[in-house]
Structure formats: structure tokens, C-alpha cells
């Protein structure tokens, strides 16, 4: 035999929504294409004059949300400092973020997904002479930035390095540095 109660929901409120950023679209003369931003800047940024760090996020559609939710909950227990977040969307990864034209995979089978490749050079051009310079006209920033790093292959993650050259996985120590630059 069942033993318990039964809890009766009642009707839904709405509250207000819940909103981590804002898009937009940011025309590139280097590329000539569009490319889709997403903004988060860190709350009471509208009443301060504060100046932020800024953490890009490649992949934005993708990882947007979850850099957005460590970097506030890592502000929040002092271990980052609060920081504008820019999600930069991809128009073709497989071109965008390899370093060399191939048709082939890192196994050397064909693969038609790279037959446009080898753009990152322009794509990290694209990323120094018009991202950069947008978010720091437009926001207000310190000179601190931090980036991920670029891989040779599209589906290998390699670990954040903030322009300027530290080295892979320094990603905390760089936020800590960034911290004590104030």
C-alpha cells in the first residue's frame, strides 16, 4: 500500500524574464558578412563608470550562456572579476578557425566540411582590427582581454589565452591579474 499526500500545484505566476545579455550584429568590411554578438555586461553596469575586462567567447551560440554563468558566479565568491562577456557566433567554423587549407581530417580522410578552411588568419584579423575595436568603442573596457585559443582542428577545444600571450590554462591566474590591475 501507498502511504503520502498529494500537493495540489495551484495556478503559474509570471515574473519578470530573465535576460543575460543582448545581440548584435556587427557588419565586418573584412570579411563581408554579418556576424552575430552576444553582449552580457555585469549588473549595475548602466549606474557605474566602471571599466570591465572583457572575456570573448568563440562559439557564442553555443557556450555563450554557460561563460556567462561562471563568470557571475565566480564574481560572486570574489575568485574573477566582474567582466563584460562578448559570444561571437560563428558564419563557418571549419573555415574560420583553421590555420591552413585541407580537404582532408586529421586522419587524412577526405572531408567536404573543409574544403573552405584555412581562414583563421583572417578571421583572427578580423578579430584584432573590428571586434576589438567595436566592443572598446562601444563598452567601456580596460585593456584586458582574454580569448580562447585557436586549434589546428575544429573539433579540438583548446584552452583560453587572453591576447596578448599567455600561455594555455592560465585562464584563472590571468583573471586574478586582471583583478589586481584595478
Request: hydrophobic share 35%; charged share 25%.
Amino acid at each position: 500500500a501507498m502511504t503520502g499526500s498529494a500537493v495540489l500545484a495551484g495556478p503559474a505566476q509570471s515574473g519578470p524574464d530573465v535576460v543575460i545579455g543582448k545581440t548584435i550584429v556587427l557588419h565586418s568590411k573584412l570579411r563581408g558578412e554579418d556576424r552575430q554578438l552576444f553582449v552580457r555586461t555585469p549588473e549595475g553596469y548602466d549606474r557605474s563608470r566602471d571599466r570591465f575586462p572583457v572575456l570573448f567567447v568563440l562559439d557564442g551560440r553555443d557556450y555563450f550562456d554557460a561563460a556567462v554563468a561562471i563568470v557571475q558566479y565566480r564574481a560572486a565568491c570574489g575568485q574573477f572579476p566582474e567582466m563584460i562577456v562578448i559570444g561571437v557566433s560563428n558564419t563557418d567554423r571549419g573555415r574560420d578557425m583553421t590555420p591552413s587549407r585541407s580537404a582532408l581530417d586529421a586522419e587524412g580522410n577526405p572531408a567536404p566540411r573543409f574544403l573552405n578552411s584555412g581562414g583563421a588568419d583572417d578571421f583572427l584579423r578580423f578579430f584584432k582590427s573590428e571586434l576589438i575595436p567595436y566592443v572598446d568603442e562601444n563598452y567601456r573596457t580596460r585593456p584586458f582581454r582574454i580569448e580562447p585559443e585557436f586549434s589546428p582542428f575544429p573539433h579540438v577545444p583548446v584552452g583560453p589565452k587572453p591576447l596578448g600571450g599567455f600561455g594555455q590554462g592560465d585562464f584563472g591566474r590571468c583573471l586574478r591579474q586582471a583583478q589586481l590591475a584595478d
